[in-house]
């Protein structure tokens, strides 16, 4: 590490991060700072305090700009270019090394910023940083909890991620199932998930938790709602999971369709039940079920005339995205 610290940075990516990328320059002069520190303690120097400093670093805005010199004419700064190994190695390290909850905190929020760019994630995987980060969801203090599960979702955007993050989602599901109901660590617990269930490749990890999220579009808040049904249409498009689906003890979905019911929520809730039917006719071509009365195709394909005259009263709607989906159902 001390080796990587002192090299000098490149003149061009220096001027980028003092004009575009001050917040993330102050932080990893504040990381270098720490871990000297660190260094020294063993000589008897003082700590100084650097939660204010790491608070200022975090605060301060990233921005794409150009900037003139007058020696060296337009240097041209590129977000998309993202951080250098070495600054994203000290940052890591002082994340796995401090217990120290805001500067936890604050880290996780910068390493998560950064993550929205996927030359950072490649880094962030090669420099063994996903470890580092999901270490962070064993972490007592449910602030620290969120945060790193904000850093992880961006990082799940990446299908190499995703490989490597996989033996962290049973640990997911659990803290989200666990979590407050609608509190904030259940709904990044969701988010994450939702990224992670975009591919089939870890669908069969989340079948014991298909009943809970059918429960949070009863229970939950209207993003609670979304975020667990966006999980629901992801799984729905894996055939292999259709049965799973379908026998799933669910709430009275029926419910879900009043008045106050959401375009965004409804037409998702449509897409759903629409994948559903059309994987259905594919199951019955091979085998036949039977399902239990408060399953979720009893619910929906069964005899349960409430569902059916909600659905059925959709078609009064103008909307024609409404109308495409209900069209999909009831053909």
Not at 1 to 9: F, Y
Not at 25 to 33: E, Q, T
Not at 73 to 81: K, R, Y
Request: proline share 3%.
């Amino acid at each position: 590490m001390g080796a990587v610290v002192r090299n000098k940075w490149p003149l061009r990516f220096a001027m980028g991060l003092l004009a575009g990328f001050g917040g993330l320059y102050a932080l990893y002069s504040l990381a270098k700072r720490w871990q000297q520190q660190q260094e020294n303690r063993d000589v008897g120097c003082c700590q100084p305090k650097t939660q204010n400093l790491l608070r200022r670093a975090i605060d301060l805005d990233v921005n794409s700009q150009e900037t003139e010199d007058s020696h060296q004419g337009h240097v041209l700064v590129n977000p998309h270019d993202g951080l250098e190994q070495q600054h994203l190695q000290v940052i890591l390290e002082l994340l796995r090394r401090t217990s120290d909850t805001s500067i936890r905190e604050d880290v996780l929020v910068t390493i998560g910023n950064s993550a929205a760019f996927t030359v950072n994630q490649d880094l962030i995987r090669n420099l063994d940083g996903l470890h580092v980060i999901a270490n962070c969801l064993l972490d007592e203090v449910t602030s620290v909890k969120v945060k790193a599960m904000n850093a992880l979702t961006n990082l799940s955007l990446n299908v190499a991620n995703q490989e490597e993050l996989k033996i962290w989602i049973p640990r997911i599901l659990k803290i989200q199932e666990a979590a407050t109901l609608n509190s904030e660590l259940q709904v990044a617990g969701l988010r994450m998930l939702t990224n992670i269930s975009v591919v089939s490749t870890h669908h069969h990890l989340m079948i014991n938790y298909i009943p809970h999220f059918f429960k949070l579009l009863v229970e939950g808040t209207e993003n609670v709602k979304v975020q667990a049904l966006k999980i629901l249409v992801n799984l729905s498009t894996d055939p292999e999971l259709t049965h799973d689906l379908l026998c799933a003890q669910v709430p009275p979905l029926f419910l879900l369709f009043d008045n106050t019911i959401s375009k965004e929520f409804l037409i998702r809730m449509l897409v759903f039940i629409a994948i559903l039917k059309e994987n259905m006719n594919l199951l019955h071509d091979s085998v036949q079920y039977e399902y239990k009365v408060e399953s979720l195709h009893s619910v929906i394909f069964g005899n349960s005339t409430q569902f059916f005259h909600k659905i059925a009263s959709l078609m009064l709607y103008q909307d024609p995205e409404v109308r495409q989906h209900m069209a999909r159902i009831i053909v």
